[in-house]
């Protein structure tokens, strides 16, 4: 067992400042919550906190053909009619909007995870952070499910240069497909991916039998589950399989995809995990004592996002939390209790807890019963219909 973990955390504010436009479920906003939740915790204080660098379009490229991200660079809402077919093309449109600053919000959640791996690389922490991170679905050549820059696919091929064996593990509600994709061919990188499957959810991929292929086969595993799992059936689904695959492929780092849209209530989720399940599958990676890359990813009720990623913190910290929320820019999304933990289960169980117990009513006179007219069941022709004027009354 080592020594106290070093965790680096990195930060920057322009990240939540950008706007994916009116109606649109992805909101930056939720990162800076976060963050301020982490500093109203004081959490901060136990961590390396870095500014990321913005990331470079060479080091984009890396994965994505030039030309892709040549035209995100070169994109934005003024001039995006001049290029429709390119729009096409490169999937950019409702799920993945045209946004002011749109190619400096991609440097900096993609500069994030690359620095990342950088220091978990030269050894200069144990576990690296960048919630801002995870947008697992953006593909070599276009955008896809509010992604436009696969930071995850960059971050391994850093770790990679350092690393024979890269693990990778995704609990975001969606399928991790481009990170699957990115390494379905090669030995190098183990995908495991737990996510909703089947009724066309979004994006349609990440069956039992897709497993990879060639020098990749059965190097890709996908968990598919079904509405309304609850934290004790992941967890142990969870468990069982990642502590087998550590044990058989023994990664030299691990890159976990801590999507928190698998969370109960989430506005485009189905699952039913609480925030405590959630972050189980966060303690269980971090006791293998492996250099671990922690990102975020999906999640759109934007305040149990940050009360999720908040309490992963504190575990990768060893730190427990109080469960009431200390006072922050932010404290008025996080009302009408104000506490850290939500529970698992339906909203509508939850609605529950809002309605007095057994409420008691008023005595008042018994109204009348209607007559109603005996019939004798055993006498009646059941292949005649009863005479709705019999009961008029």
């Given at each position: 067992?080592r020594?106290?973990?070093k965790?680096?955390y990195?930060?920057d504010?322009?990240?939540g400042s950008?706007?994916?436009?009116p109606?649109?479920?992805m909101k930056p ?12 915790y004081?959490?901060?204080s136990k961590m390396e906190?870095?500014r990321?660098h913005?990331a470079?379009?060479?080091?984009m ?8 991200v ?7 809402p003024?001039?995006k ?14 799920d993945?909007?045209v946004f ?10 993609a500069?994030?995870?690359i620095?990342?791996?950088r220091r ?7 576990i690296a952070i ?5 947008l697992h679905h953006?593909k070599k050549c276009?955008?896809s499910?509010?992604c ?8 391994i091929?850093?770790l990679l240069?350092?690393h024979p064996?890269?693990l ?9 497909d481009?990170?699957?994709e ?14 909703k499957f089947?009724d066309?959810?979004f994006?349609?991929?990440?069956d039992v ?5 060639r ?5 890709a595993i ?5 509405d309304g ?9 969870f468990r069982a399989i ?12 691990i ?6 849209d698998s969370?109960?209530r ?10 405590d ?9 971090k006791k293998f004592n492996?250099?671990?890359l922690?990102?975020?990813g999906g999640?759109?009720t934007?305040?149990?996002v ?8 504190g ?7 109080p ?7 932010y404290i008025k999304?996080f009302?009408p209790?104000?506490s850290?933990k939500?529970?698992?289960?339906h909203?509508i169980?939850?609605?529950l807890?809002?309605i ?7 005595m008042?006179?018994v109204?009348?019963?209607f ?5 004798d069941?055993d006498?009646?022709?059941?292949d005649v ?6 009961f008029?009354?």
């Amino acid at each position: 067992m080592r020594s106290k973990d070093k965790i680096s955390y990195f930060y920057d504010g322009d990240v939540g400042s950008v706007y994916f436009g009116p109606n649109h479920p992805m909101k930056p906003h939720r990162l800076c919550m976060t963050h301020h939740l982490i500093l109203a915790y004081g959490l901060h204080s136990k961590m390396e906190v870095y500014r990321p660098h913005k990331a470079y379009p060479i080091e984009m490229a890396q994965f994505h053909s030039p030309d892709y991200v040549e035209f995100l660079q070169r994109i934005n809402p003024e001039n995006k009619d001049l290029f429709p077919n390119e729009m096409a093309r490169y999937n950019l449109g409702e799920d993945c909007p045209v946004f002011e600053d749109m190619f400096e919000f991609c440097q900096i959640y993609a500069g994030a995870t690359i620095d990342a791996a950088r220091r978990l690389n030269n050894k200069l922490c144990d576990i690296a952070i960048n919630w801002a991170g995870g947008l697992h679905h953006a593909k070599k050549c276009d955008a896809s499910g509010f992604c436009y820059i696969n930071d995850l696919v960059l971050g391994i091929l850093e770790l990679l240069k350092h690393h024979p064996r890269v693990l990778y593990i995704d609990i975001d509600v969606h399928h991790g497909d481009g990170v699957e994709e990115a390494f379905y061919f090669t030995d190098r990188v183990m995908t495991v991916s737990f996510h909703k499957f089947g009724d066309k959810f979004f994006p349609g991929t990440g069956d039992v039998k897709e497993i990879g292929e060639r020098e990749g086969k059965f190097y890709a595993i996908n968990v598919p589950l079904r509405d309304g799992i609850d934290d004790s059936s992941f967890n142990r689904l969870f468990r069982a399989i990642i502590s087998k695959v550590v044990e058989i492929y023994q990664p030299g780092a691990i890159v976990l995809q801590c999507g928190a849209d698998s969370l109960a209530r989430d506005r485009l989720g189905c699952f039913n995990l609480s925030i405590d399940g959630h972050a189980e599958c966060v303690k269980f990676v971090k006791k293998f004592n492996i250099p671990l890359l922690v990102t975020g990813g999906g999640g759109y009720t934007k305040e149990n996002v940050a009360r999720c990623w908040t309490v992963e913190t504190g575990i990768l910290l060893d730190t427990e939390l109080p469960n009431e929320i200390p006072d922050n820019d932010y404290i008025k999304y996080f009302g009408p209790d104000y506490s850290l933990k939500i529970p698992g289960g339906h909203i509508i169980l939850d609605n529950l807890r809002y309605i007095q117990h057994a409420p008691s009513v008023q005595m008042q006179e018994v109204p009348p019963d209607f007559y109603i007219p005996d019939f004798d069941e055993d006498e009646r022709n059941p292949d005649v219909r009863v005479d709705r004027k019999a009961f008029a009354g």
